[in-house]
């Protein structure tokens, strides 16, 4: 999967976070059409950016504990550091922390 694929889908779990609207973790999965485990690699990882999430039994929905909104991108500058050819996510996924630091997550 393509790094900006994966980002865009992380906007979108947020996203759907944010609304409460994400179903148990079988009907989430399905709806972002991933496997479960990849659901849980990808809360894992907005876990790791500082989300504070849990899950609801009674309205069976994910939610954020504290107020916290995603902010994936890269600026002009951090996008030259990568020489051509080079994925940017294999890149960065040799240093995770990098990855978040750049991407601004959860202020």
């Known amino acids: 999967m393509s790094f900006l694929k994966q980002l865009e889908r992380l906007k979108r779990i947020e996203k759907l976070i944010q609304l409460q609207a994400t179903g148990t973790p079988k009907q989430f999965a399905q709806r972002l059409g991933i ?4 659901l849980y690699e990808d809360l894992n990882i907005l876990k790791e950016m500082g989300g504070k999430i849990a899950y609801s039994r009674t309205q069976l929905s994910y939610y954020f504990i504290t107020n916290a909104e995603l902010h994936l991108g890269f600026t002009n500058s951090e996008l030259q550091q990568f020489k051509g050819g080079q994925s940017i996510f294999s890149s960065l996924r040799k240093n995770r922390s990098k990855l978040f630091y750049t991407c601004n997550a959860f202020k």
């Open 35 to 38: 496997s479960e485990s990849t």
